[in-house]
Structures are given as structure tokens and as C-alpha cells.
């Protein structure tokens, strides 16, 4: 979470120090203008100085929990990243201010794409099915049934049908300093004329957001669906400006993305094993509680490790304490499975096996 919050500096204290006589100095003549410039801080240098408060700010992000089941983190390129333009924030002829208005989470104050505009997005994707079907590798594939499997139904649409995936906002997860400032030169009808710069607020370049998704397995399975999202992001881009480079992501998107997917199939993968593991584990305890003689409890427990597997095998028989003929029923039994003592050589399973017929005391 950033401190102090980005959001309350652009949007509360941005005005917080702007009085009456701010907006009435704006009316005064050019001459008392500039005597006034000279005696004390002027409206322009008071929101200038806030502006610059602003994209000033270093934050610091703390580990959060992953939402939803499918997820890709992607990071902004040259020249950043713009949202919520449309919001007013804009006094009137005050030069240095931030003339665009800035989209921050209510709770973190830090910049946030919408669930919508990511939604919104990749939606505007499906228009052109032959895109689609490029980015798929298949010429025949039905877009428009994808299409409503992921969003639901056409606007107007008589028939109400509800889509089955679900989008989230995508949050920035990088930290430092992550907005800065730009301009704009528009010359309006006179190309010759000098044009008055119009500053605005950015994300900055390098910054990463992670993007989070509840995705379910139908026409395409959630894997397939996360990898195409990464491309039409890394493609079309996001938030304003974006035919003019604003909004786009690193080319390593989809590789961020396909890394993601096999690191999320490797902790599925990672929990059945734990799983299986301590089903068996659970098995063989109920299992050893049944039998009254140590011997039988050992070959329970050594019976799937093979003669290479001789450092497990006594790493268990050691955690008994067995008299003379326990061992040597044990060693009738061992010599059968790992076979005889073997003679000295440098190699573990052999070095093991040997500490093993040492501790039943063979020679």
C-alpha cells in the first residue's frame, strides 16, 4: 500500500490550499498579476506544486493474495500508462496544472484498471473473428460461441445469457515511484503557431500490474483462455492514447503469462503429491498400528525401496531398537531385497548398505 495515498493527494489535496482570493487573482490585470507574483505564491505555482506532490510519491506494495484461479502480471513500456482521462479535474486557465483526470482504488490510492476496462478490452477483441481465429491457430473456430461463453449475451439481446468468466481489477504490484508527468501540444488550426503545453499524469513505464481472473474450462480451457488474453492485451493495449503507444506491455507478456500457467500447474501438481503422500502415510501408520513384531513393521515400511535406496532403509531400521534374532531376521530378510553385504566401494547406496548390516551387527 502506498503512503502517503495517491488518490487523496490528486484528488483532495490537490485543492486543499486553493482560497478565494486564488480563483479572484485569476481576474486582476496582467500588471497586478505580476506584482502579486512577486510578493506571494500564486494559484499556478500552489497546483504546480501539488501536481508535482503527486507523481513524487514512492510506494511500497505489499504481498497480496492472488484472486480468482487464472492470473499474468504485465509491466507498462515507453511512454506509460493512461486512465481515467475522462474524469474532470481541470480549473480553469491555470498553467502546470493536470488538465486529465486519473483513475486511483479507493482504499490503496494507487492506479487501477477497471474489471470493466480490461473487460471491455478484450471484449472489443471478438469484433474481428478472423483476429481471434488467427491468435487461436483455427481457421474454423466458432468466435461468436466463444464470445458468448466469456462475456454473455450482445447488448439488446432478447434472450438473457449471462457470461461464465469473471473479470477482476487489475492492481499494480511493482513499487517505487510509479507515475510522472507528460504533455500534450496541441496547435489547434494554426500549425505555425507556438502551442501552450497541457500537462498531464501518467503511469510511468516499468511499472507492473498484475491481472486476475475466474475462468472456467468450456469451448477453450481456462489455460488457453489466460494465454489469449495476454495476446490481446499485448496487442491492442489498454486505458487512453493507445494508437499513439500509450497503454502497452512488455513483449515478454505472454511468456509472464505461459510461466504463470506451468507455475500454477506445478502447485496443483506439488499439493496431489502432498495429498497422495499423506493418504499413504496415514495407510501405513494404520497399518503399522495392526502388527505386533518390529520385523514386520520394517519390511512394511522398507518394501517399495530397491538396493539404490539403501539410505531410506536404514534411516528406518535405526528407529528400532531390535534384539539378536529381530536382526537376524532381518538380515535374512535385507539379503533377499538388497542382497549381501557388499564390500567396501565409493558409492552411497553401497556405503549405506553397509552401515545398515553394521548396525544388525554383521560382519
Known amino acids: 500500500m502506498s503512503s502517503p495515498n495517491i488518490g487523496w493527494l490528486f484528488y483532495k489535496g490537490y485543492y486543499r490550499n486553493v482560497t478565494d482570493d486564488d480563483y ?3 481576474l486582476l490585470s496582467k500588471e497586478d498579476r505580476r506584482a502579486r507574483e512577486k510578493e506571494e505564491e500564486t494559484l499556478e505555482k500552489k497546483i504546480s506544486k501539488n501536481v508535482q506532490n503527486v507523481i513524487d510519491v514512492e510506494v511500497s506494495i505489499e504481498d497480496s493474495q492472488n484472486l480468482g484461479n487464472s492470473h499474468f502480471k504485465a509491466t507498462t513500456t515507453y511512454p506509460g ?13 491555470i498553467n502546470n496544472q493536470a ?23 478484450l471484449r472489443s477483441a471478438f469484433k474481428h473473428a478472423d483476429y481471434i481465429q488467427f491468435l487461436l491457430d483455427d481457421e474454423t473456430f466458432d468466435v461468436k460461441a466463444l464470445e458468448l461463453e466469456i462475456f454473455g449475451q450482445d447488448n439488446g439481446a432478447k434472450k438473457v445469457f449471462q457470461g461464465r468468466d469473471i473479470f477482476f481489477d487489475a492492481l ?26 497541457l500537462r498531464f499524469v501518467k503511469v510511468l513505464p516499468a511499472v507492473t500490474f498484475q ?10 480451457d481456462k489455460e488457453r483462455k489466460t494465454i489469449l488474453f495476454a495476446q490481446i492485451l499485448s496487442d491492442l493495449g489498454i486505458g487512453a492514447k493507445s494508437n499513439v503507444g500509450y497503454g502497452k506491455f512488455s513483449s515478454d507478456l505472454l511468456s509472464k503469462a505461459k510461466l504463470a500457467i506451468e507455475s500454477q500447474k506445478e502447485e496443483e501438481r ?6 497422495v503422500e499423506q493418504e499413504r502415510a496415514e495407510s501405513e501408520a494404520k497399518a503399522l498400528e495392526s502388527l505386533d513384531s518390529n520385523i514386520e513393521k520394517i519390511k512394511v515400511q522398507i518394501k517399495e525401496f530397491s538396493k539404490k535406496e539403501t539410505k531410506k532403509i536404514y534411516d528406518i531400521v535405526v528407529t528400532y531398537e531390535l534384539d539378536a534374532d529381530e536382526k ?12 549381501e553385504k ?14 545398515i548390516y553394521e548396525f544388525l551387527d554383521e560382519e
Not at 491481472?211 to 477453450?220: A, M, N, Q, S
Open 328 to 339: 537376524k531376521a532381518l538380515i535374512e530378510h535385507l539379503h533377499l531385497q538388497i542382497g
Open 172 to 197: 499494480v504490484v511493482s513499487g517505487g515511484k510509479i507515475l510522472g508527468d507528460d504533455y500534450l501540444a496541441p496547435h489547434g488550426n494554426d500549425a505555425l503557431k507556438n502551442p501552450v503545453p
Open 99 to 121: 488538465i486529465l483526470g486519473f483513475t486511483f482504488d479507493y482504499t490503496t490510492g494507487l492506479p487501477i484498471i477497471s474489471a470493466s476496462s480490461v473487460k471491455g478490452v
Open 270 to 275: 506439488k499439493r496431489e503429491e502432498d495429498r
Open 211 to 220: 491481472f486476475d481472473f475466474e475462468l472456467t474450462d468450456g469451448i477453450l
Open 81 to 93: 500508462l493512461l486512465l481515467g482521462t475522462g474524469i474532470d479535474h481541470e480549473l480553469p486557465a
Open 342 to 355: 557388499p564390500a567396501p566401494k565409493n558409492q552411497a547406496p553401497v556405503k549405506w548398505a553397509i552401515k
Open 24 to 26: 479572484l487573482f485569476m
